[in-house]
């Protein structure tokens, strides 16, 4: 993903535009960030009273966050706080918002697809289709879910976990008075929207109601502070490590160095493997674990011409 740093981005001080694709008909989006390569994007989507659509599916991953309102998808009766994540090709059932709903509305590999079918896509990997109220079935984790721990009084709900790219999707929230000193950076590209509340970033200012971020990786963030409590969706493309410092002066080549040189005092020996010529990594040697994971056409679905390509 190669979506620009947008931070902070408050959507509720932008109007809706008219979501005229097929299947969203009725229906008006803002758009939070978007990968101009791939058309990979996050979405603020308002479906209007009346709403319906016909079972079917979309060639990407999708995601999606209830805001407010109800919707009914198949058999499922969506309300606030549900989440769902899509695989690419499985088909859902016919959706209609009988009296308007606002959702977040992630496409994670291309653009806005929708394909009418009553079934799934042979290569449809339907074992990762979740769907979950994230308010009522999840419990509240510590912040020592992620590595190494946010400061006391963050806490994540873990939605979605993908176990080959450890991308996360969360929610996590603020306890008033909540208060972290350090300075974080990830690996991980890191998106975020605030459900409710307002938070204070040192780099950011305040990010309220409605706030967004999408942040490339090693970009510095914090210290934190939340004088009244937030909840907020967040999500992760890669693993969630915390790299924690005090230099608020450092920029993302200098973050990465530091991170390689963790990585360095860590595992020496795979470092030098990694960092050095004459091997083709990282499109070979196969895993022996997973010998054809370049050739499965899920992962090509999913990576494109980056994976596979010996
Ligand atoms: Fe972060």
């Not at 959702?103 to 291309?110: E, I, W, Y």
């Not at 008033?176 to 975020?192: C, L, V």
């Not at 990585?263 to 083709?280: C, E, I, K, M, T």
């Amino acid at each position: 993903m190669a979506r620009p740093h947008i931070e902070p981005y408050v959507e509720l001080d932008y109007p809706y535009k008219k979501f005229d694709l097929a299947g969203f008909k009725g229906s008006h989006y803002k758009v939070m960030s978007l990968d101009p390569d791939s058309g990979a994007c996050t979405l603020k989507v308002r479906f209007d009273g009346g709403y319906k659509r016909k079972p079917g599916l979309s060639y990407s991953d999708v995601e999606i966050f209830v805001l407010n309102g109800t919707m009914k998808v198949g058999k499922e009766t969506w309300v606030e706080g549900h989440y769902a994540f899509i695989p690419a090709g499985m088909a859902t059932g016919a959706i209609s918002v009988d009296q308007g709903a606002e959702v977040l509305l992630m496409f994670n590999d291309g653009e806005p697809t929708f394909a009418e079918s009553g079934s799934n896509h042979q290569l449809a990997l339907t074992e990762a289709y979740a769907s979950l109220n994230s308010y009522e079935d999840r419990p509240w984790g510590p912040g020592n879910l992620v590595s190494p721990s946010v400061a006391s009084g963050c806490m994540i709900k873990v939605l979605h976990y993908d176990p080959l790219t450890e991308a996360l999707s969360f929610l996590y929230c603020m306890t008033p008075r909540f208060k972290q000193d350090n300075i974080s950076y990830h690996d991980s590209a890191e998106e975020a929207y605030h459900i409710w509340g307002t938070s204070w970033m040192m780099q950011f200012g305040e990010l309220p109601t409605g706030g967004y971020f999408w942040r490339p990786p090693y970009i510095n963030h914090g210290s934190f502070r939340c004088k009244y409590g937030t909840i907020a969706f967040g999500r992760t493309d890669s693993v969630l490590f915390n790299y924690f410092h005090f230099n608020p002066w450092t920029n993302p080549d200098e973050n990465k160095r530091r991170a390689a040189a963790a990585f360095y005092r860590r595992r020496p020996q795979l470092y030098n493997w990694v960092a050095s010529d004459g091997h083709n990594h990282p499109h070979g040697p196969p895993d022996f674990e997973h010998p054809n994971y370049h050739d499965d056409p899920q992962v090509r679905l999913t990576h494109g011409k980056k994976v596979g390509k010996r």
